[in-house]
């Protein structure tokens, strides 16, 4: 084979399909993972009859969505219907091609990325693609032909509107500081400047995470599909595989999520206390560990502070989580985009 | 120009919604008829009669001993306060003392049983406005609660632990014992869903101002328990008519100030505590003797009518019997259920409130279908 060839088709390939499967993968342990620590935290056992000690239970779990009945309700508008879920799904995942794990490394003389594409404007494209999936969950809240799911619905498209704006602000402040949109340059501008962003940028992590927590529907902000008031939200007439589709994309949304915390404030692939160790740097055990273990560890702990925040909070009220978002996030994230400004312009001239 | 009005952008209507019967939040089969403005409620009213099984009528139709199994069934996760009740009313029909062992341990399954139905409402309240790990501790503690009624009676929910005259058995030997264990505990794990709730930033978000009830309308609506002590209204039969022997024991009554959801909150968290004040007096200066007094082994009234009413977890339990000349059942019982009267006032406490208000006023007023329906 030539090398374009090899180079331009193969690597893509290969790098797409082992990054699904490998998300695919942890989407499913993610499951279980939540609801093993969410035991743990309520004196119970978790799952722990399938496999041993409940680790195939995400593979029953599998099976049992794929056999369910699918169902589709009577009055539904059977074409968006099916439409939402495929609108919710597909974003989460097409989100991954521009997210790095870890630094170029060469195989057979040919450089392997892991990530499939390093654009320029990666963080634009995170944004803008993830806003689609707002569609999804209006569309299948209205299409069930249900109040419950229509005001899950409503409620949604409100709540992740109104948090995406203090969101974007949050991430504007991190732009400043890097001075690059891309994913890759972000972190790397944060090895060369030998600190991570959220040092500098503690207030906008802050904010960062409050708003990514309520833009994936998580609890305190899990308003959209508030099991005691709106049953199932907007997707209580789903089922089946459909069903796992909303599922596994509030999975996958999560991660996002956490991996954008890590590259954004916490230095991606980067090992801790880089300006500490910098001069045994190369010999420490820190960088023997390789940089896609400590991405991974670094988005577990996101991971967990999420599952921790299910089981200690109580929910927001619809008026009072719009009464956070826009009298006291955005403000703040403003203010915020003023300071680090106004930092950034003393420090670097 | 006319002075019609121009037509709008939008068609604004409200949304009628039925809220139950099944739904994840209405405590049982509670439907709630809502009229929506967008997400504030216009109007609410319950509709109840899915679990209605007629108690009342069952009750003529068998002895008196046996219908203490019936009250049970109605609320039913605060059985052995309904046993007390109907024991109460009958004793005082009968003219029948009770000894004092019975009185004591009537006073200790009574207040266990208390301990026990004011965690499930924990739970269920926490469940309701989004915090789920309450419901798990609460009910690991209501599991060792249900452990000493299994002990006692055999049984762990429809209790049927209290005869008239007194009580069927004496304590097991080693249940007062375990049973102290577990008071001596138990302020420790209150502290523990305390910790979670009280303070708690969303919680208190969520309760203060919601569902406020005052005083005035407390009494005129005939609430009592919790949600009549949360408007600030010091009012509990086991003080104001004492029963059993509640006139030997040494406790209070704590009452809110602003009559809302979180004063509801916090009436029943120093509730659970009084309640193992109690436990603690009646385990100490638990009498020897009979447990039960000397009774007829077919029980037949006189000409008469008896109202009689205990503090049940929820409020008063009342009983108003009728009997005729030496008939073996009642001639007609009627129960005042505290959950059927303090519902009365939902309309009233959700109206222009948001519908996540709803779930948390419902389980504010601590219902049981059960009772409500009979």
Redesign the interface.
């Known amino acids: 084979m030539t090398d374009p060839i090899i180079r331009f088709v193969v690597i893509p390939l290969i790098q797409t399909v082992v990054i699904l499967l490998v998300l695919l993968g942890i989407v499913a342990y993610l499951t279980l993972a939540e609801r093993k620590v969410l035991a743990w935290?309520?004196?119970?056992i978790g799952p722990n009859r399938v496999g041993p000690r409940g680790l195939l239970q995400p593979i029953a779990d599998v099976f049992k969505l794929f056999a369910k009945e699918d169902l589709t309700p009577a009055r539904a508008e059977r074409f968006v219907f099916l439409l939402a879920p495929i609108l919710i799904f597909v974003p989460s995942f097409l989100v991954w091609a521009v997210i790095p794990f870890g630094e170029t490394f060469t195989v057979a003389g040919f450089p392997i990325t892991p990530f499939i594409a390093d654009i320029n404007i990666a963080i634009l494209f995170v944004l803008g693609v993830s806003s689609i999936a707002i569609y999804g969950i209006i569309l299948g809240g209205w299409a069930s032909n249900n109040?419950?799911s229509l005001?899950g619905g409503l409620?949604s498209a409100a709540q992740l509107v109104s948090y995406e704006v203090p969101l974007g602000f949050a991430v504007v402040s991190v732009l400043l500081m890097s001075g690059t949109l891309s994913l890759v340059g972000i972190v790397e501008a944060q090895r060369d400047a030998g600190i991570w962003f959220f040092l500098p940028g503690i207030l906008g992590f802050g904010i960062y995470f409050i708003c990514g927590v309520a833009e994936t529907n998580r609890?305190?902000f899990?308003?959209p599909e508030?099991?005691?008031?709106?049953?199932g939200g907007f997707h209580t007439e789903y089922s089946g595989m459909k069903f796992a589709f909303f599922f596994l994309a509030e999975y996958m949304n999560m991660l996002v999520v956490s991996s954008l915390a890590v590259i954004l404030f916490f230095g991606g692939w980067l090992p801790p206390f880089p300006n500490l160790l910098a001069g045994l740097w190369q010999s420490s055990l820190l960088s023997w560990i390789p940089p896609f273990i400590w991405y991974l560890i670094k988005v577990m702990a996101f991971i967990f502070v999420y599952i921790w925040f299910?089981?200690?909070?109580?929910?927001?009220?619809?008026?009072?989580l719009m009464a956070v978002g826009w009298k006291w996030l955005l403000p703040l994230s403003l203010a915020n985009v003023l300071l680090v400004g106004v930092g950034v312009l003393v420090l670097k001239g | 120009m006319s002075n019609h009005t121009p037509p709008s952008l939008f068609d604004v209507e409200e949304m009628e919604l039925s809220f139950g019967p099944q739904h994840p939040a209405t405590h049982g089969v509670l439907r709630v008829q809502l009229k929506l403005d967008g997400e504030k409620i216009v109007d609410a009213k319950p509709i109840i009669g899915y679990l209605h099984r007629g108690t009342e009528k069952l009750f003529e139709t068998m002895p008196f001993p046996q219908c203490i199994p019936h009250t049970d069934r109605m609320d039913y996760v605060a059985a052995a306060t309904n046993n007390q009740g109907f024991c109460v009313a009958m004793e005082k029909l009968l003219g029948i003392t009770i000894p004092p062992r019975a009185a004591y341990i009537r006073m200790m399954l009574a207040e266990l049983q208390r301990l026990a139905s004011h965690l499930v409402w924990l739970a269920t309240h926490a469940i309701d406005i989004g915090a789920i790990t309450p419901f798990f501790y609460t009910f690991r503690e209501r599991d060792a609660i249900l452990d000493l009624f299994e002990e006692y009676c055999g049984a762990r929910l429809t209790l049927n632990t209290m005869k008239i005259g007194g009580v069927p058995f004496d304590l097991p030997a080693g249940w007062v014992e375990r049973c102290s264990a577990l008071v001596d505990g138990f302020p420790a794990h209150i502290d523990e869903y305390e910790e979670l709730l009280t303070n708690n930033r969303i919680w208190k978000k969520r309760t203060i101002g919601i569902g406020v009830v005052s005083p005035e309308d407390a009494i005129d609506w005939g609430l009592t328990g919790p949600p009549l002590r949360g408007s600030g209204v010091q009012w509990d039969i086991r003080k104001v008519f004492p029963y059993d022997r509640y006139n030997e024991i040494d406790f209070e009554i704590p009452i809110g100030r602003n009559g809302d959801t979180y004063d509801r909150y916090l009436v029943r968290m120093v509730e659970m505590r009084q309640s193992v004040r109690i436990l603690r007096q009646c385990l100490d200066r638990l009498p020897e003797g009979p447990v039960i007094a000397k009774v007829p082994k077919v029980l037949r009234a006189r000409d008469g009518m008896v109202y009689g009413s205990v503090e049940a977890p929820k409020g008063e339990l009342g009983y108003f019997i009728v009997t005729t000349d030496k008939a073996t059942e009642p001639y007609r019982c009627r129960v005042r259920p505290p959950s059927f009267v303090n519902l009365q006032l939902l309309p009233d406490m959700v109206r222009g409130h948001l519908v996540a208000d709803l779930v948390a006023v419902i389980g504010t007023l601590d219902i049981v279908l059960g009772e409500i329906d009979r």
């Open positions: 935290m309520q004196v119970r109040k419950f005001m409620r609890n305190p899990d308003l508030a099991e005691s008031e709106l049953v299910r089981g200690t909070f109580p929910r927001y009220r619809f008026d009072q």
